[in-house]
């Protein structure tokens, strides 16, 4: 037989008995404010943890209810903080408001929302209308005037249904917890007595669209989140794993009065790595 024959045998036989490399198995959904970062600076921990999934390549992304900057600008503020991120790797809310109104085939919106580059994102809808069929509300912070939340009400009253990018009851600014979008849509929803659609967490549309490309089992994915309500809550809902950290707006009575309890409990993102399945 041919040398050239033979060497090729061997090296056909040797890749047959030779383990390929396993692929990760699960995946990691990660809340960003409070849990990867708290005002202009990251967690401790956080970036290590990261670059532990890279290095493993195992599957992540950043999950947010953030409406107060657009994707594109919140993962340069990441950037600037030292984490190396692409904005694939960021899956937000509006972007679920996005795919949500196109699918009740919506045409005129309203977008309440602080920055207004956000528009770049709804460009296939009318936002400049009288009469919109869908008001999407993003956090305004101190800009929720009494004048904002009264036109608003007006036009939900002769038919917009109310888009609520979320419906967190409050966040930690970097100083204090502070009133979130949820107390205003909450005001909105009383006076005018219909519901909102929620499409950011807890609602199942964002942790579904975020890990759809995995094509992994819910239960094979981990939530990492510092709220018992949205993040922990929305991860049992799917059948997530869910991780609390103590870190951003975790509060230890809050824990004790849900009926909710998550899968695990840690300090913070930087004990993420102790309690997954790494070789």
Known sequence: MPVVKVLLTLHFLVNLITPLPSMPNFGILFDLDGVIYQGNALIAGAKESISLLRQNNIPFRFITNTTRMTKRNLVTKLKSMGLSLEINEVFAAPHAAVEYCKSKGYK????????????????????????PQAIVMGDMGNQFTFDLLNSLFKKILTGAEIVALHKNKYWHSGKELTLDLGAFVSALEFATEKESVVIGKPSPHLFQLASKPWELPFKSIFMVGDDINSDINGAYNVGMQSVLVKTGKYREESLKRSEIKPDYIINSVADLPEILPLN
């Not at 005129?108 to 009469?131: G, Q």
């Open 108 to 131: 005129k919106i309203e977008l309440v929302v602080p920055d207004r580059s956000m528009e770049e994102d709804f460009a296939d809808f009318d936002l400049h209308t009288d009469n």
